[in-house]
């Protein structure tokens, strides 16, 4: 896949591959996001991921998988991933995850990428993607459902949140 150079709002954006020299990166964006919001299912300093993570992610082979970011002025601003299973029951789908820090929101970063990983995903002849997003992320589920995804089910009271309240998790599907 090609880097795609995008502007929006007068920001430079490049949305590419992830490499893997990006590892250290995305290891301090994952950490970044998990601080910003509790849309992430990770509190802060909770399932830390490290630089050695994402070179072993970035190197397996097992299962099609796709990881893009969103770099600007240097910097990692957004991910997106999508990941096959290895299991042959599961073989035709994969789960999609997304992060763009709170500064990019509004910029239409989300919808770029939803729309790369659904060219992969296709191209990967996939049938379906799947993702799980908390109830009160209601953008993301607005950007998920312009993008064709669709409400499948609901984990009931599946998330606490700091204000001591359970909210559920939202599952959706996309058939290709």
Known sequence: MQTMHHTFDTQRYQIRPARLSDAEA???LRQAL???TE???RMPGE???TTADFKNQLCDTSVPDRILVVERDGRLVAYARCRGFHLKRFAHKATFGLGVLQSDWGQGIG???MERMIAWAKAQSLLKIQLEVVETNLGA???YQRH????EGRL???RLLSDGCYYDTVLMGLHL
């Open 39 to 41: 849309y992430f299912d």
């Open 26 to 28: 995305l290891a301090e």
């Open 141 to 143: 589920i607005r950007l």
């Open 47 to 49: 399932d830390v991921m």
């Open 34 to 36: 998990d601080a910003e």
């Open 148 to 151: 064709g995804f669709q409400e």
């Open 111 to 113: 919808s770029q990428l």
């Open 156 to 158: 009931r009271h599946d």
